[in-house]
């Protein structure tokens, strides 16, 4: 039968400013966490990943921060600027047999306002 | 240059037909996947292989069928009994053997089905 829309989660933020986006994830066996950022009509792009033995990561104005004891992640940007805008995706990875196979979040609108 | 591509970017077609959307990547990755995605919402997996000649169903694989002979590629084939084709569809690759567990996305095809 048709599948019901969801609304995304969306955030609205001012150019410079730093932007927030949470993820809770299911799984306490997953052993990788990743984000991705996608523009609309491309496919997922890699921003930045985090093993499960690391409880944060930086990159290039991107921080990601896992807490494991709530199974929460987030993805931290700074100074976000308009060409940010995109919906942001976490993904985990049950760790044992799951071989590759990601588990995607909902995904969340940022939106940069000039 | 290595990646995934996706051919075509858009496809039309006409209810109670099969439709073949084409997959193919030079990463040498053995993993490659299909998702589905509707308007506002995430992704679901469709189907994966792991290896040459095999494959497995994701979570919403009904109405769809894969084949693998080709360690490159991964085409997928809409068919008839699929209630609501039309959609935005994504093939990605991954390297299943170990952590990092990214997958490689491609540009995707969006398919409208009238």
């Known amino acids: 039968g048709e599948s019901v829309g969801l609304h995304l989660p969306t955030l609205s933020v001012q150019e410079g400013d730093n932007s927030i986006i949470n993820c809770a994830y299911s799984n306490s066996a997953s052993d990788y966490f990743i984000w991705y950022k996608q523009e609309s009509g491309k496919g997922p792009q890699f921003i930045i990943d985090i093993r499960s033995n690391m409880d944060k990561r930086q990159g290039q104005r991107v921080t990601v921060l896992l807490n494991k004891t709530v199974k929460h992640l987030s993805l931290q940007i700074a100074a976000t600027q308009p060409g940010d805008s995109a919906v942001y995706f976490c993904?985990?990875?049950?760790?044992?047999?799951?071989?590759?196979?990601?588990?995607f979040g909902q995904g969340t609108i940022l939106t940069v306002h000039p | 240059d290595g990646g995934i591509t996706q051919s075509p970017k858009y496809l039309f077609r006409k209810e109670g037909q099969n439709v073949t959307l084409s997959c193919e990547q030079n990463l040498n990755h053995d993993a490659m996947y299909w998702y589905r995605q509707d308007p506002g919402q995430g992704l679901r997996l469709i189907y994966y292989?792991?290896?040459?000649?095999?494959?497995q169903k994701g979570d919403i694989a009904e109405g769809y069928s894969v084949s693998r002979e080709k360690k490159e590629s991964f085409p997928l084939t809409v068919t008839s009994a699929q209630k609501n084709p039309t959609a935005f569809y994504l093939c990605a690759s991954s390297i299943v053997t170990e952590s990092p567990y990214e997958q490689y996305f491609g540009p995707g095809t969006r398919l409208t089905v009238t």
């Open positions: 292989s792991q290896i040459v000649n095999d494959f």
């Open positions: 993904a985990e990875h049950a760790g044992g047999t799951s071989y590759g196979k990601l588990t």
